[in-house]
């Protein structure tokens, strides 16, 4: 990796983090940002847009990966590991950037958006009056694709494996598009109809970038191609190995590193500490029929009360029990927006954590 | 009519005829398929939540630009910085920067989404209503930056039809509700530059003297997160495409239907039904083609969408009654026809149906002129009355359809008859039945060709549509748009082809002059003996009428004078 793109990677995920603090906000529009993104100036319009996204992207990964040994925690978002977890990064950043953008290109935030110059052949005016303009999505795939694509510059194993995985993601926010269409022929037939796509909820693609996740294949970088992982002693030729990962699937170049112990130089905080459940408390906490019987949703039930020996007794720590009184907000009578009143109860809740030993 | 074009043309012109109309049906396809853009876009807008906390109705809220209001990103932001529901006004400005409205748009259609989230302590109530106040306003000046004047202010209410296919608990938080899209409005016209939509949701219905709170609005709508409203228009270019395509065709059909009447007028008796039809559908054809919305560009005039519609209406309702009438006329069964009144079951049903389609697209659209937010479809009533309707024009669809069936069935029916008698029948006779078989079978196989043609690409256009793909746009050609122009086109070939293939002949035109005025008594006989003996269930050689059909007794003259003119 060439000394600029580690250096531009470094700003990126600078202005990440200065966008989570207020005060560095007004930094970031300083005419010295111009440099922040990727080196080139024409992004920066969009700077707001990918920092949003960013950091729905990791609220969204925090949540899919709550009740896993890795759990997506913040200081991991830019370090360089290799392994199957940086796939889920870089898929959910690029997903997250490309919602994003799509998102404020339908809200008119920026001046380019509505016509795709590409495809009209002329930006505004003619070819806008002419044939509309494309797809919001296919602009936010576009420049998430141009701005996530251009941090990885470098023929490097990893950014050839982050290109694949940002390609993965922008795959999985097409996959959960959805369609509407609208009839307005005569007397409001059918016989004209218009439709578009519409970017799922977050969730949703949240949702699929974890069952991708489940499904990761590891590869092996190779003459700056990416084949599938432990060829050296296939009894498969190459080329037959590898068309079994394509380009919706998520790949990673090592074995998963051990989750249990905290290694922050490649982003891993380790168990101890964590919340976990078992059954009973899965069974109290909801009606164990709300929790969906797919395996791959964070909300599966197998998942969630497994979670206590997946986090803790696979790592050889002890569950410590306690009784924690929370207060919350309940009763509450809600306007559709904002307007609140609530009650606040309080109530005695289990919370069993991971202990290490000793 | 007996002689037309068609049964004297020799192959080769016949040729040549259908070439030429296959050129122009192909030139069509191709305009539509390769010029034309889609027919119309679809443009989504999110709605920016400006904050008014005068809840001040008059001022206009504009998104972005240097007169951008005040905003919050979130609603959450909102709840931490004490705004409250009512402050808050989605603000729309369409189109998208930096493009402008232009008058080829013709129409705008806007649908409203909200997205609304699952929350267990926010959960949407049953059958949820939404109640919206809607100000829409238009500005012509460069980059919107002058004054918005208002054109409605309107205050809706909706039914949300919405589904949540996750089980309702705590971890399905996040997830959205699944709502169907709301029709907004529907604007006739594009006349202005920018349009502004600032959409609020209220929370108190006010009554206006006693300043009192009459009762709670939007109360379980649950947490909506986001609003936008999609907006539709018809390209700007399918516009011009399609308006040079009427501007061509209209003189096409307006000489091809002069020619037609001339023909008639030199006929020595008064056209007949069939006649008289054939230049009803040239004529509404023609208005159809009649470019009017070309004014469209210099004029404001909303009410052109209304006028569409009736012209298309009238145009396949003529259609429709012209095909009944043919299929009739070509019966060969020797009853009293060339009267309308005999087709009344027929017809009637047919102007039944499209009566109501007519009510129902004059009460929708013509409400829509002074009120774009109104949908007969909106209100509990409205629907009901719009669903008699569209069922009352359904079963009449269904009767004529049946009614149609049975009249072509009768026709073979016969066809199948006179096939078998055709080797014992007077050479004259056995030419004019050939003539009107070859005639009606040509009829029928280009109808039948010109209906399935516009099934198939209808079906295959809205597959197209509806399947959509992703991936760069590899094909060009624009299947929707090639569909209409290529469907309208045809329309017109047929009308066409049935304006130059069923004129009068000029080759029996001296047998003509006499043929249909006549009673027909000298050649009764003659006739009636040859029916007896070929067809003995037809009984109406006695037929005293001497209807100037292909079905009256007059038919064996003519015919007798055709051949002794060959």
């Known amino acids: 990796m060439d000394v600029f793109t580690k250096f531009v990677r470094h700003l990126l995920l600078l202005v990440v983090l200065l966008v989570n603090v207020p005060i560095f906000q007004a930094i970031i529009w300083s005419p010295a940002s111009n440099v922040l993104l990727a080196g080139s100036k024409r992004h920066i319009t969009y700077i707001d847009s990918v920092s949003a996204g960013i950091q729905n992207a990791v609220k969204e990964c925090q949540f899919q990966f709550k009740w896993d040994k890795w759990n997506c925690p913040e200081v991991s978002v830019f370090t360089n590991t290799q392994a199957n977890v940086r796939c889920v990064h870089s898929s959910h950043r690029v997903c997250g950037v490309m919602y994003s953008l799509t998102k404020n290109c339908s809200q008119g935030a920026f001046d380019d958006c509505g016509c795709d110059k590409r495809r009209n052949g002329n930006s505004g005016g003619e070819g806008w009056t002419w044939g509309g303009c494309s797809d919001n999505v296919r602009f936010g795939e576009r420049m998430a694709s141009d701005i996530m694509d251009d941090a990885e510059s470098s023929q490097g194993a990893i950014s050839v494996m982050t290109l694949h995985n940002n390609e993965a993601g922008r795959k999985a926010v097409k996959q959960t598009l959805q369609r509407t269409c609208k009839c307005h022929g005569v007397s409001g037939s059918c016989s004209l109809q218009t439709c578009w796509n519409h970017v799922a909820n977050f969730r949703v693609i949240g949702d699929e970038i974890k069952r991708k996740y489940f499904q990761a294949v590891r590869v092996d970088f190779v003459r700056g191609k990416l084949i599938d992982g432990n060829s050296a002693e296939d009894r498969f030729p190459q080329a037959v190995v590898s068309a079994s990962h394509n380009r919706r699937d998520l790949v990673f170049l090592d074995q998963s590193p051990d989750y249990c112990r905290a290694n922050l130089t490649i982003g891993v905080t380790g168990t101890a500490g964590r919340e976990c459940m078992v059954r009973e408390d899965v069974t109290e906490v909801s009606s164990s029929s709300s929790l969906t019987k797919d395996s791959t949703s964070p909300s599966s039930f197998r998942w969630v009360k497994q979670s206590c020996s997946r986090l803790c007794r696979s790592c050889g720590m002890v569950i410590r029990k306690t009784q924690v009184i929370i207060t919350s907000s309940c009763n509450c009578n809600f306007v559709w927006c904002c307007q609140v009143k609530c009650d606040t109860c309080r109530r005695t809740v289990t919370r069993r954590t991971c202990q290490p030993v000793g | 009519m007996a002689g037309v074009v068609i049964e004297n043309l020799s192959t080769k012109k016949l040729m040549g005829i259908v070439v030429l109309l296959l050129l122009i049906q192909i030139a069509c396809f191709l305009v539509g398929g390769l010029i034309a853009p889609s027919p119309t876009s679809a443009h989504t807008h999110l709605a920016t939540k400006c904050i008014d906390p005068a809840i001040s109705l008059q001022k206009a809220f504009v998104p972005h630009g240097p007169n951008a209001c005040s905003k919050v990103s979130t609603f959450a932001e909102a709840t931490e910085k004490n705004i409250e529901a009512d402050w808050i006004v989605f603000s729309i400005m369409m189109p998208h920067r930096p493009n402008r409205m232009d008058r080829s748009f013709q129409y705008m259609l806007g649908v409203l989404s909200l997205d609304i989230v699952y929350k267990e302590d926010n959960e949407m109530g049953d059958e949820p209503e939404l109640t919206i106040l809607v100000e829409m306003m238009y500005n012509n000046d460069d980059n919107a930056q002058g004054e918005w004047k208002k054109m409605y202010s309107i205050n809706e209410t909706r039914k949300l039809n919405c589904e949540f296919f996750h089980q309702k608990s705590p971890e399905a938080e996040g997830y959205s509700y699944d709502c169907e899209p709301i029709p907004l409005f529907e604007l006739g016209t594009v006349h202005h530059k920018y349009y502004l939509l600032n959409i609020r949701l209220p929370v108190w219905e006010v009554d206006p003297d006693t ?322 003996s070929t067809a003995p269930s037809t009984s109406a050689a006695l037929n005293p009428s001497g209807a100037a059909s292909q079905a009256g007794t007059s038919e064996v003259y003519q015919l007798l004078g055709k051949v002794a003119n060959d």
């Not at chain 2, 516009?454 to 991936?471: D, M, P, V």
């Not at chain 2, 569909?483 to 070939?493: A, C, D, L, R």
Request: hydrophobic share 50%; net charge neutral; aromatic share 14%.
């Open chain 2, 211 to 532: 300043q009192e709170v009459v009762r709670e609005l939007n109360t379980n709508l649950g947490a909506v997160q986001e609003l936008s409203v999609v907006e539709i228009h018809q390209n700007g270019g399918f516009t011009l495409v399609w308006l040079t395509l009427k501007t061509a065709l209209f003189p096409l059909v307006i000489l091809a239907m002069i020619w037609f009447w001339k023909r008639i007028v030199q006929l020595a008796r008064p056209p007949v039904l069939l006649e008289r039809t054939i230049l009803a559908l040239a004529i509404t054809i023609s208005i159809l083609n009649l470019p009017l919305e070309w004014l469209t560009f210099f004029h404001d005039m909303p009410y052109m969408l209304l006028l569409s519609d009736i012209r298309q209406g009238a145009c396949y309702a003529m259609l429709f009654s012209f095909w009944i009438i043919f299929v009739g006329e070509h019966m060969m069964d020797q009853q009293e026809r060339n009267r309308l009144r005999v087709y009344w079951r027929q017809v009637g049903s047919m102007t039944l149906g499209c009566m109501c389609l007519f009510v129902f697209d004059v009460v929708e659209r013509g409400v829509q002129l002074t009120n774009p937010f109104y949908s007969l479809w909106n209100t509990e009533t409205g629907r009901r009355l719009a669903m008699i309707f569209v069922v009352l024009a359904g079963i009449c669809a269904f009767l004529y359809t049946i009614f149609l069936i049975f009249m072509v069935y009768g026709v073979f029916k016969n066809i199948s008859m006179k096939r078998a008698a055709l080797p014992h029948m007077v050479a004259a006779r056995r030419l004019h039945y050939e003539g009107l078989i070859y005639r009606f079978r040509f009829f029928m196989i280009f109808t039948l060709i010109c209906a399935v043609m516009t099934a198939i690409f209808f079906i295959f256009s809205q597959i197209n549509e509806g399947n959509w793909k992703w991936g760069e746009d590899k094909h060009n050609i624009q299947y929707s748009s090639a569909f209409f122009t290529g469907v309208y086109g045809m329309w017109n070939v047929y009308v066409l082809a049935v304006l130059m293939l069923y004129a009068p002949s000029h080759k029996n035109k001296p047998t003509l002059q006499n043929g249909d005025t006549s009673e027909g008594s000298q050649v009764e006989f003659e006739m009636s003996t040859n029916v007896s």
